[in-house]
């Protein structure tokens, strides 16, 4: 069965902006509200007001929505007022939801999330990941847990080791769908799959839904409705996007010039690798700019400091691969910066979508050298308009390409020439120059 990311529709859209201007008509229980009002939040982002009342109806569900939009608060809210309605009829033992994600950082972001909306709901979470010592984690386990926050990696060995059982499970999401298949996860994800009670509820997010996403959704969800918030190519509108055309080696000048610009309140930099991550960090501190780089190479220590730092505004300035990133959720980011290009053009999306969040406005850079341009010109097909330049000029490929080709066939001719006649050193190139014009090869050069 093809599952297609189309619009939720009904004889009155459950979801429309015109239908649900507030929290406060989705009939949510007070806890949840209150926990609401404490957040200060008030009106549901788009996904939101169409999910809460499908998940809520008990559906399954298939969600395709771009970073930014809301989507965790789209399935935690309904999960936890389910559950604490399911407690106060009778209370059982056992992990009830399930919610797997690709990262160490998007786990606990969304166990921050369920710690905020659920705060008033009596309802036990805990979060599992790698890379970290598991007896805390396999101590709250044991101490009993109604919602599970896991990475695959971690959940598969923690489940062999006995201190995870999915048997009561009545929730299950999956969460970057799409993220999980670039990142390996797929063998993990079908390891955990026969794992789970068949009767079950369960929703499904992905960015993107390329056919392999569409196969292993059709595993997963029966008869789901369907919510798509934003296209997939599209970018925020509230995000004003500009390209610096650059030479690779001015790259870090022109950041730290930008930088130097108070405006740019917090700062959101990606770059291409982990290496690459922390030199910037060093140049711009050599500069006088408080930064600081995340990455898989970091301790998991290290990550949530820096991480911490840059939400309270302690680092103005966070360099990030893509995967170290998925977790980050700045309220007020005003400002992305795209060091290299991403060779995934779905992934300019995906970062830019860090900034202009909930309405409000954000800007994106992006530098661009001449290597760079096809990675562009992918970027533009796919949100299907032009980026506007701030600084440079664009490079045009085909001449760099001829200049290019035109000095090697310069070298690849003069190569050719001094190897048929020999060095000019030892005096062979003389002797082989005259033997092939047909003079005396014994005579001496004329001098100049």
Avoid at 220 to 239: F, G, H, N
Avoid at 368 to 373: F, R
Avoid at 382 to 395: E, T
Wanted: aromatic share 8%; with cysteine.
């Amino acid at each position: 069965m093809l599952y297609l990311c189309t619009q939720y529709l009904h004889n009155e859209p459950r979801g429309s902006p015109n239908h649900y201007m507030t929290f406060e008509d989705l009939n949510l229980i007070e806890p949840i509200r209150k926990a609401l009002k404490q957040e200060g939040y008030t009106t549901p982002t788009p996904i939101q007001a169409e999910a809460i009342p499908i998940v809520t109806d008990g559906y399954d569900l298939l969600g395709c929505a771009q970073t930014g939009t809301g989507k965790t608060a789209a399935f935690s809210i309904p999960i936890i007022q389910k559950l604490y309605n399911q407690q106060q009829k009778e209370r059982t033992r056992g992990i009830k939801a399930l919610i797997l994600t690709p990262t160490r950082e998007l786990a606990i972001q969304i166990d921050e999330s369920f710690e905020a909306y659920g705060r008033y709901a009596n309802l036990r979470h805990a979060v599992i990941f790698g890379g970290v010592g598991q007896k805390p984690q396999t101590d709250a386990l044991q101490r009993g847990v109604d919602i599970l926050i896991a990475t695959p990696g971690r959940l598969l060995d923690l489940i062999n080791q006995g201190y995870v059982s999915l048997k009561s499970l009545d929730f299950f999401v999956l969460d970057e769908a799409d993220r999980m298949l670039d990142m390996g996860f797929i063998h993990d994800i079908k390891r955990i799959l026969p794992l789970l009670p068949k009767k079950r509820q369960s929703l499904f997010f992905s960015a993107t839904m390329p056919p392999e996403i569409e196969k292993l959704a059709s595993t997963i969800l029966y008869k789901p409705e369907k919510v798509e918030v934003t296209p997939v190519s599209s970018t925020v509108d509230t995000i004003d996007q500009y390209i610096y055309y650059v030479e690779k080696k001015d790259k870090i000048s022109l950041l730290t010039s930008l930088l130097a610009n108070k405006s740019l309140e917090s700062v959101l930099v990606f770059a291409r690798t982990k290496h690459g991550a922390d030199k910037i960090a060093k140049s711009l501190v050599k500069s006088e700019i408080v930064a600081e780089a995340i990455h898989g190479n970091k301790s998991q220590n290290a990550r949530q400091r820096a991480l911490s730092n840059f939400k309270d505004g302690t680092t103005r300035v966070l360099i990030a691969t893509d995967i170290a990133a998925r977790g980050i959720d700045v309220d007020n980011l005003s400002h992305v910066i795209n060091y290299e290009l991403p060779n995934v053009p779905e992934t300019y999306v995906h970062r830019i979508g860090r900034t202009g969040r909930a309405g409000r406005s954000g800007v994106a850079y992006s530098f661009c050298d001449a290597e760079e341009m096809p990675l562009l010109k992918d970027i533009h097909k796919l949100i299907g308009k032009q980026i506007p330049a701030a600084g440079g000029n664009p490079f045009e490929t085909a001449q760099v390409k001829q200049a290019v080709a035109e000095k090697n066939k310069t070298i690849k001719e003069e190569s050719k020439r001094r190897n048929m006649f020999g060095s000019k050193r030892d005096g062979s190139y003389w002797r082989n120059k005259k033997r092939a014009e047909g003079s005396n090869v014994n005579a001496a050069p004329k001098k100049k």
